[in-house]
Nanobody, 120 residues
Framework: QVQLVESGGGLVQPGGSLRLSCAVS????????MGWYRQAPGSQRDLVAT???????NYADSVKGRFTISRDNDKKMVYLEMSSLKSEDTARYYC??????????????WGQGTLVEVFS
């Protein structure tokens, strides 16, 4: 069993900051790319940011310069620092990871999501 558990969501005013964390646990042989997606009510799930094992990053245009993704490979954690938050950032944020288990099963794993609400 592989679990991804997000934390750090909440209510914040426009211009504020939040830090999301995601802990990966279970029978994991390897973690490859990791990242964050988000889904606003009535919308599809969209990519926010991804990061490779080596630390190369990719961001959605809408969050470039405001969000920073990072990871700790030893702790099997991925983070998302969000600043200058806008109302349009309101969504449920999902952690994602490309996982290979000790049985050499490879798949995409997802967390349950954490809600970020930006309001005045």
């Amino acid at each position: 069993q592989v679990q991804l558990v997000e934390s750090g969501g909440g209510l914040v005013q426009p211009g504020g900051s939040l830090r999301l964390s995601c802990a990966v646990s279970g029978s994991i042989f390897a973690l490859d790319n990791m990242g964050w997606y988000r889904q606003a009510p009535g919308s599809q799930r969209d990519l926010v940011a991804t990061i490779t094992w080596g630390g190369s990053t990719n961001y959605a245009d809408s969050v470039k310069g405001r969000f920073t993704i990072s990871r700790d490979n030893d702790k099997k954690m991925v983070y998302l620092e969000m600043s200058s938050l806008k109302s349009e950032d309101t969504a449920r944020y999902y952690c994602w990871a490309e996982v290979t288990t000790h049985k050499y099963e490879a798949f995409d794993a997802w967390g349950q999501g954490t809600l970020v609400e930006v309001f005045s």
